[in-house]
């Protein structure tokens, strides 16, 4: 793939996941009703990182224990709370205006490149294992 075409593909995948959020009402205050400020997006930073982290967790106890998913049980579990963490850290790169797509992009060249990253290198003795 094309670094244009993985750009896009991320930025349309947070554009979509931000607008679902919002369309629920997750990005509103729920005291006000408003649309959420910068600032208190940026203060909810921490916040949405743990669900992200939560959602990482429930798939690795689907993992551990081989479970099906309760709401789409013909899915295994582990790949169902992988696709809700991607769905929010899309959502999360969107709320804070990150240009996810183009980060994505230019890590994946720069680990292309790396040294370390290469398969005789993690073979060697002190390579990374994983």
């Not at 990150?98 to 003795?125: C, F, S, T, V, W």
């Amino acid at each position: 793939m094309k670094k244009y075409e993985i750009q896009d593909a991320a930025t349309v995948l947070a554009i979509c996941c931000y607008d679902a959020a919002k369309q629920a009402g997750w990005h509103h205050d729920q005291r006000t009703g408003l649309l959420r400020t910068c600032q208190q997006n940026h203060e909810l930073f921490p916040v949405r990182l743990m669900l992200i982290v939560s959602e990482l967790a429930e798939a690795m106890e689907g993992h551990r224990k081989s479970l099906k998913d309760d709401h789409l049980p013909h899915r295994d579990m582990a790949e169902v709370e992988l696709a809700d963490a991607v769905i929010r850290i899309f959502d999360l790169a969107g709320a804070m205006h990150y240009d996810i797509g183009g980060a994505i992009a230019e890590k994946l060249a720069y680990n292309a490149q790396r040294a370390d990253h290469k398969p005789e290198a993690r073979a060697a003795a002190g390579g990374k294992a994983y």
